[in-house]
């Protein structure tokens, strides 16, 4: 048993893991920290980031039960954020009612000026 499975210490290396995910998805596609980016953002970021690092940790320990390989899945969907997270939700959606005859909408189809800025 490692000093990483211990009772409850899992909690701790996921948080470290979503911070570690918050602040490398802080940087754009060239390591530069994106434009209007201010504190609030960072403390939102690292707090979704965690929570996305934690549900993912449970979710994929439940199935492999390797506190290493879940902590690192758990680090990759922190490092993607939530954005991307979002993003993949709202495709499946929309491919699911898409085969259902049903209509995604036209406001999925385009970014608002907000979600350009911050890109």
Same mark, same amino acid.
Do not use: Y
């Given at each position: 048993m490692s000093f990483i499975d211990k009772e409850y210490w899992y909690i701790f290396w !996921? #948080? !470290? !893991?979503g911070l570690i995910g918050a602040v490398l998805g802080l940087l754009d596609e060239? %390591?530069?920290?994106?434009k209007n980016r201010t +504190? +609030?953002?960072f403390f939102a970021a690292a707090a979704t980031s965690a929570f996305l690092c934690w549900a993912t940790y449970e979710i994929v320990f439940f199935i492999s039960h390797a506190t290493p390989f /879940?902590? $690192?899945? %758990? %680090?990759?969907? $922190?490092? #993607? %954020?939530? &954005?991307w997270v979002r993003r993949k939700i709202d495709k499946a959606a929309n491919k699911k009612i898409e085969s259902l005859g049903g &209509? /995604?909408?036209s406001y999925t189809k385009s970014e608002s000026e907000y979600e350009e800025e911050l890109k």
């Open positions: !996921v #948080m !470290v !893991v060239n %390591g530069r920290p994106r +504190k +609030k953002a /879940s902590l $690192a899945i %758990g %680090g990759i969907i $922190a490092f #993607m %954020g939530g &954005d &209509d /995604s909408g």
